[in-house]
């Protein structure tokens, strides 16, 4: 069974950092890739980030390009998401996800995903 974790979630001040981490067991698929949403309260589901596990290819949504960074542990089974220079906006539920289809920014293409943690930013 499928599982994903995440943890790392909390209440930042603007300006300040976060690293999320999403850790991943009952599979062992070699081409898939893992990504991260947010979900702000009324708001849609939207993609922040995805890594292909096999190559460490990185795709990131324009609003996190220059301030997150998505990277993977092999070892671990785990995926991570550096956020620095957080903004109110960026306040929303983060959730992992995998997709088996590879690189994507489409939440229809994941196929499983996590129970999300909580991000504030706020003074």
């Known amino acids: 069974q499928v599982q994903l974790v995440e943890s790392g979630g909390g209440l930042v001040q603007p300006g300040g950092s976060l690293r999320l981490s999403c850790a991943a067991s009952?599979?062992?698929?070699?081409?898939?890739?893992m990504g991260w949403f947010r979900q702000a309260p009324g708001k849609e589901r939207g993609f922040v980030a995805a890594?292909?596990?096999?190559?460490?290819?990185?795709y990131y949504a324009d609003s996190a390009k220059g301030r997150f960074t998505i990277s993977r542990d092999s070892a671990k089974n785990t995926v991570y998401l550096q956020m620095n220079s957080l903004k109110p906006e960026d306040t929303a539920v983060y959730y992992c996800?995998?997709?088996?289809?590879?690189?994507?920014?489409?939440?229809?293409?994941?196929?499983?995903w996590g129970q999300g943690t909580q991000v504030t930013v706020s003074s």
């Open positions: 009952g599979f062992t698929f070699s081409s898939h890739a």
């Open positions: 890594i292909r596990w096999s190559g460490g290819n990185t």
């Open positions: 996800a995998v997709s088996l289809l590879g690189l994507t920014d489409i939440a229809s293409r994941y196929d499983y």
